[in-house]
T-cell receptor, first 117, second 111 residues
């Protein structure tokens, strides 16, 4: 179990640029989540995949945000035309779940810290 | 909607002191409850969980009991150590696949 890995750890970009983050979940986990965390707050749900299907999206996920998990393994989160308000820690988590399994915990990566200048 | 409310920090304790971090939740049905811990520079890690009323989750000397009558899941430890300094997040998961997190409570333990 190598854990959830995220790349890059830090990203500094100028307003208006596009950025893409990658997440590699624990290999046998079929569920993958993206969360956003700002200073002094808990993680806020952005979106969730079961295998390659994106099943839920938060209203926080504006049309500038897009996430993919093309082969049901790694996932990417892209932010287009970044704004200063996008500065945050972007967390990826995975879990092993099946229908009705509501107590499977999340396993988090260390996050990608985005700074938009 | 579903939500979690944690006591505000920061909390500063001396080593070997007793710790309580309060957590209450709002949810319909029967959520699963979790405590996550985030050590400096690291990602969130599961500390303990409870999946039904009156369950007690425990790990590393920490305990929390799922109290449905008071909708609470308070975290306790009898004797904290410097290495317990971290941010602690209470979370719930109901039907569906969203986890709802509290705002976190920062704990600093001084020798």
């Amino acid at each position: 179990d190598t854990g959830v890995s995220q790349d890059p750890r830090h990203k500094i970009t100028k307003r208006g640029q596009n950025v893409t983050f990658r997440c590699d979940p624990i290999s046998e986990h079929n569920r993958l989540y993206w969360y956003r965390q700002t200073l002094g707050q808990g993680p806020e749900f952005l979106t969730y995949f079961q295998n390659e299907a994106q099943l839920e999206k938060s209203r926080l996920l504006s049309d500038r945000f897009s996430a993919e998990r093309p082969k049901g393994s790694f996932s990417t989160l892209e932010i287009q035309r970044t704004e200063q308000g996008d500065s945050a820690m972007y967390l990826c988590a995975s879990s092993l779940g099946s229908r009705g399994s509501y107590n499977s915990p999340l396993h988090f990566g260390n996050g990608t810290r985005l700074t938009v200048t | 909607g579903d939500s979690v409310t944690q006591m505000e920090g920061p909390v500063t304790l001396s080593e070997e002191a007793f710790l309580t971090i309060n957590c209450t939740y709002t949810a319909t049905g029967y959520p699963s409850l979790f405590w996550y811990v985030q050590y400096p520079g690291e990602g969130l890690q599961l500390l303990l969980k409870a999946t039904k009323a009156d369950d007690k989750g425990s790990n590393k000397g920490f305990e929390a009991t799922y109290r449905k009558e008071t909708t609470s899941f308070h975290l306790e430890k009898g004797s904290v150590q410097v290495s317990d300094s971290a941010v602690y997040f209470c979370a719930l998961r109901r039907t569906g696949n969203q986890f709802y997190f509290g705002t976190g409570t920062s704990l600093t333990v001084i020798p």
